[in-house]
């Protein structure tokens, strides 16, 4: 059976903001409600050497009725939030938060200078989990499996399963509804990735160093710091772009998830199905309730 290819259906250049207590970033998807793609409601990537650009961090701030995850390639951050978890995010890992019917969190750099690099994903919930109790899970470097590709490429499984030759590698998050995959791809010069992916998903692609070639038979680029959405298929091909420099490779995130085709209506920090309940999630924030 000859597999269906993924196309590179629509480009997202990530553009520069500011969120929190002024930390800067480039967010692509979320940068407006047309600029999503069920289930992945926003990506941001952080990334900076200047202090200045990160170390107020994001205090304390609520959440209602979507997952965060929050992958950290280089630095130092600390979170807390009201339910008593305190997690150390170092080089390498990953944080996974279900905000579920609400938390009060905070994200604060624990460094002074330095490099602060990274990912923070959300991911919507479908109607009936919404108001499911909060819940967090750090997950280490260590946990995070790292497979070494043939034609030397690496990839960090994050969650879903990879599958190279006929093995397949599973990484720390499974069984949830949307079935999410989160890879960590790293090509070298003209390195090429193929991998399946369920037809029932929705997938992209974000490039945070380099630039990549993406399908086989109609091959388009998408260049560095921008997130690429796939058309249906079950299959995609991804190649390093080849530019003859010492430093040339890629690496990319590979982001696919099963839709929930369900209504999206937004409030900053919540995410629901009607105004309504975006109006409940607001007035239990103000009064209190929001985790109670």
Not at 17 to 24: E, L, Y
Not at 81 to 87: A, F, S, T
Not at 212 to 219: N, R, Y
Request: charged share 20%; aromatic share 6%.
């Amino acid at each position: 059976m000859n597999k269906s290819e993924r196309q590179l259906l629509q480009v997202i250049p990530s553009h520069e903001t500011s969120d929190g207590a002024g930390v800067k970033l480039r967010r692509s998807l979320g940068q407006s409600p047309q600029a999503r793609l069920d289930p992945f409601l926003m990506l941001d990537e952080f990334g900076t050497d200047n202090p200045q650009d990160y170390i107020a961090g994001f205090p304390a701030h609520p959440h209602r009725g979507f997952e965060t995850v929050t992958y950290m390639l280089d630095g130092h951050m600390l979170h807390e939030d009201h339910l008593g978890n305190r997690g150390d995010l170092k080089n390498g890992d990953v944080q996974w938060m279900t905000a579920g019917r609400g938390i009060i969190h905070s994200e604060m750099p624990q460094q002074l200078e330095g490099r602060m690099r990274g990912f923070q994903l959300w991911i919507n919930l479908p109607a009936a989990e919404k108001m499911k109790p909060a819940a967090y899970r750090d997950i280490p470097a260590a946990s995070i499996p790292v497979v070494q590709m043939p034609g030397g490429g690496v990839a960090k499984v994050i969650a879903g399963t990879l599958q190279i030759d006929g093995r397949g590698t599973p990484g720390p998050v499974q069984g949830l509804t949307t079935a999410p995959l989160y890879f960590d791809i790293g090509l070298p010069p003209g390195g090429v990735f193929i991998h399946d992916l369920p037809p029932s998903h929705n997938a992209l692609l974000y490039v945070y160093e380099g630039d990549v070639v993406v399908g086989g038979a109609a091959p388009r680029a998408l260049l560095r710091h921008s997130a690429g959405v796939l058309s249906a298929g079950d299959a995609v091909t991804v190649r390093a772009q080849d530019n003859s420099k010492a430093d040339a490779g890629a690496r990319f995130i590979l982001l696919a998830a099963r839709p929930l085709g369900e209504p999206v209506v937004q409030y900053g920090p919540f995410v629901m199905n009607t105004r309504e309940e975006i109006e409940r999630a607001v007035a239990d924030y103000q009064s209190g309730r929001l985790t109670a």
